[in-house]
């Protein structure tokens, strides 16, 4: 299958604010976003990619950067392959509040001509589609002929649904659910008091003393880490292989090669990403909950969509276990959506969507070529296809 090649990201300012959640308003902003294929005649073949939480516009192709490196999904988002870009105009946004090049944190506030730092407003995954919305809008697009996500993408994907039903034929959410759990909660507590408590962290505003919480940062990514990978897999790329022959009998070195694989990831995250956007995001995954509003209930929450669903998730996904998707899917059936769903059985843990496995791409290929011929058929006849389950 072809590469991308390189791309180039591209930007676009925002002097109306955008109302946030949480009563403040985001004046004067920029939102990085990446486009990948061709826009057809009617703008019917427009698909909107969210990502996840350490990720960012930046999907597919190659990102010329230091050091040099592909996008997060091109094994997904490309010409030939499941999500073909032969076929679907797909567009990837940097959320604001990253560290990607959309406004964020490290940003200068136009009302204190400052870096934001903790000051940045509290954003949620509904201000988010908000502002994909807003791009959207820009583009000229009415309605995308899907919006797919994973994990927190795949949170978003959900959210477009209920706040924006008619501009949307399709909802692809993998390895995602509808709000977290308390244990889910309770890791992200940690993974921020890691970064909160680090003397350099300085409330927020380390920016203006030139350092970075990157003990913190270590720690946060460390114990993420941790989450998105199976037992099994843990077992088999490290078991309790020691790094040295012989015991050191420490405390504080690295004795085990877990220890050291944590220890490298926890450094490479700590030197290209943000500790407030991190704060931010990982608050943004507590706060969405779409039943809050509909007395708990996802059932009631979920009838305000019409599009169609195909919901994938995977075995050893501890963190957004196949019983999450399934309480989506339940809600759908309960309103008599048009809904299918994936189960794969495959090793990885959470992050299996991000990996190559045939069966999964399998399912993705196989949806995005029916969406592909509803967009080919005359719009009279969109949206009437019925589709099997897929599991």
């Not at 516009?57 to 392959?81: F, M, Q, V, Y």
Request: contains cysteine; proline residues 5%; charged residues 20%.
């Amino acid at each position: 299958m072809a590469s991308l090649g390189h791309v180039t990201p591209q930007s676009m300012h925002f002097a109306t604010p955008l109302p946030l959640r949480c009563g403040a308003r985001l004046a004067d902003y920029t939102l990085v976003y990446e486009t990948y294929g061709e826009l057809n005649a009617d703008k019917s073949n427009a698909v909107l990619v969210c990502h996840a939480l350490n990720a960012s516009h930046h999907a597919a192709g190659t990102h010329e950067g230091k050091p040099r490196s592909e996008g997060w999904w091109d094994n997904l988002i490309g010409p030939g392959k499941p999500l073909d870009t032969d076929k679907f105009f797909v567009i990837c946004i940097n959320n604001p509040g990253s560290c990607f090049g959309s406004t964020g944190p490290m940003h200068v506030s136009p009302a204190t001509g400052r870096p934001y730092g903790a000051d940045f407003p509290v954003v949620t995954v509904e201000d988010w589609v908000d502002a994909q919305a807003r791009v959207l809008d820009a583009l000229g697009i009415e309605q995308l002929a899907a919006v797919l996500g994973g994990s927190l993408g795949g949170m978003q994907a959900l959210s477009w649904t209920l706040q924006y039903p008619d501009r949307m034929r399709h909802c692809v959410a993998v390895a995602t659910a509808p709000n977290l759990s308390a244990q889910n909660i309770a890791f992200n507590e940690v993974a921020r008091r890691a970064i909160i408590t680090d003397p350099d962290f300085h409330d927020g505003h380390y920016y203006a003393h030139g350092v970075v919480p990157k003990r913190g940062l270590r720690v946060a990514r460390m114990i993420g880490h941790i989450t998105y990978l199976s037992d099994d897999v843990m077992a088999e790329k490290f078991g309790r292989e020691l790094r040295a022959a012989e015991l050191a009998y420490s405390t504080q070195q690295i004795e085990f090669q877990i220890e050291s694989y944590l220890r490298y990831q926890g450094d490479k995250f700590s030197e290209y990403f943000d500790a407030n956007t991190y704060l931010l995001i990982t608050r943004a995954l507590d706060y969405f909950d779409p039943a809050r509003a509909h007395g708990g209930s996802l059932t009631r929450a979920m009838a305000q969509a019409k599009a169609k669903f195909l919901l994938v998730s995977f075995t050893t996904d501890w963190r957004f276990s196949p019983a999450r998707s399934r309480e989506i899917v339940k809600a759908l059936l309960c309103n008599r959506r048009d809904v299918s769903y994936a189960e794969i059985d495959a090793p990885h843990g959470h992050d299996a969507f991000l990996l190559d496995d045939a069966r999964y791409h399998g399912v993705v290929r196989a949806y995005f070529e029916r969406i592909a011929q509803e967009f080919r058929a005359p719009s009279a006849l969109r949206g009437t296809t019925t589709l099997e389950k897929a599991a």
